[in-house]
């Protein structure tokens, strides 16, 4: 089942005949394209093409023909609430007027094994800042890709890093990436207006030098800068939530080169109310894959921890997590994640005992000492004393 365009014939045409139309018209008004390396990373606004789409269009037309096998689009959510996860279509596929494009369930599911994911068709169905940007990718790669749109609200520090650290994980040469953000949002319906309301060009001016200052971070690759910055300025960049992420998970050396800048109010002038535009590209080396994320011995340590503290709290007559030592754990298991501890029958394979934490809270070997325990403890309290 296709997940349907609720923007189309509104945010953009409705009609493959009138997108492919105004597709030649931006084409002809961006003239003769540069040859070079193709970009695996485009940063496109997602306001309504008549605002914003020639701008997008100047980052986007630098792909045409290229064969990528997949699109992943980090998108902020504007409708629904979002804390500490991703949220990606339950649908096989997404349509627009062009036709649809697939899921790439396999590589979601594998995104899902190490990152927090949810899916929520209502939350792709109500948000532009991904469907905007379906068309404009189909119009450049065809209909032969397949796509994994992830929708985001606020992300902690720690899903911050764990999210950034799967991206980084997954992401090869065969996969573009991109990041769907507008830029400031200027005036009293955005709350935002500390250059004045006058709306002239001096509004416009420094909205632009605040919005460069951005964008420099970005395009030095500095998450922990631009962060700050966003804190600092209360800058209404909608979508720094992507942009931070995507940040996070590029590998050193990762550039990211402006194409255009434009505003919503650059037509008529009237900059009391207007909303900025970014177009950009970058080039990535993604290490992509490097193993497991524990290696066999990484795991056959968790295992013996498991054993010990349940051992260790029956041993002492208490359901809390024994506190065993755990000075030896390897660095991998001192990384913050969630774990879960299932207990079977030896014999027959039933399950006795299954409880976790889905949240990054502490580092994982503490995380499954504990956990065995509490796994332990759901063979219920005649069980747990009969161990003893």
Same mark, same amino acid.
Request: aromatic residues 8%.
């Given at each position: ?34 040859? =070079?390396?193709?970009?695996?990373? *485009? #940063?496109?606004?997602?306001? +309504?093409?008549?605002?914003? !789409?020639?701008? %997008? ?86 209909? =032969?890709?397949?796509?994994?749109? *992830? #929708?985001?609200?606020?992300? +902690?520090?720690?899903?911050? !890093?764990?999210? %950034? ?103 008529? !002038? ?8 970014v177009a950009a590209i970058g080039c990535v080396k993604w290490h992509g894959e490097t193993g497991a994320v524990l ?94």
């Amino acid at each position: 089942m296709a997940l349907g365009s609720t923007i189309a014939g509104t945010w953009y045409p409705g009609a493959e005949r009138e997108i492919r139309a105004l597709a030649k018209k931006w084409e002809a008004a961006c003239g003769e394209a540069k040859s =070079g390396e193709k970009p695996n990373v *485009l #940063v496109l606004p997602h306001a +309504g093409w008549a605002y914003s !789409g020639e701008t %997008a269009w100047t980052a986007v037309r630098t792909v045409c023909g290229a064969k990528f096998r997949r699109v992943i689009v980090l998108a902020p959510s504007h409708r629904a609430w979002i804390e500490n996860r991703l949220v990606a279509p339950e649908a096989d596929a997404v349509s627009t007027p062009l036709g649809e494009i697939k899921i790439d369930r396999d590589w979601l599911d594998r995104l899902a094994l190490i990152a927090p994911v949810a899916r929520n068709d209502r939350v792709h169905s109500a948000e532009h800042s991904a469907q905007i940007e379906y068309p404009l990718l189909q119009l450049a790669l065809g209909n =032969g890709f397949t796509v994994v749109p *992830l #929708v985001m609200g606020s992300l +902690g520090q720690d899903q911050m !890093g764990m999210c %950034a650290r799967a991206l980084a994980r997954l992401m090869d040469a065969e996969t573009l990436l991109v990041i769907s953000s507008d830029f400031t949002h200027y005036g009293d319906d955005f709350s935002y207006t500390p250059f004045g309301k006058s709306g002239g060009e001096d509004v416009r001016r420094k909205v632009a030098a605040s919005d460069d200052e951005a964008f420099q971070l970005i395009a030095k690759g500095d998450a922990d800068s631009f962060a700050a910055f966003i804190k600092r300025t209360g800058a209404t960049i909608c979508g720094h939530v992507p942009i931070e992420l995507a940040l996070r998970a590029f590998p050193k050396g990762a550039s990211i080169v402006r194409q255009k800048y434009a505003t919503s109010s650059d037509g008529d !002038g009237d900059y009391s109310r207007f909303v900025c535009y970014v177009a950009a590209i970058g080039c990535v080396k993604w290490h992509g894959e490097t193993g497991a994320v524990l290696s066999a011995d990484d795991r056959a340590y968790l295992l013996r921890v498991a054993r010990a503290s349940m051992e260790k709290a029956v041993r002492g007559g208490s359901r809390r997590s024994a506190g065993i030592d755990v000075s030896d754990a390897p660095k991998s298991t001192r990384a913050k994640m969630g774990a879960f501890v299932t207990l079977n029958d030896k014999a027959t394979g039933a399950l006795r005992g299954c409880i976790g934490e889905i949240m990054p809270m502490r580092p994982l070997v503490e995380a499954v000492a504990a956990r065995a325990v509490d796994s332990f403890a759901c063979l219920g309290t005649r069980a747990w004393w009969n161990t003893r």
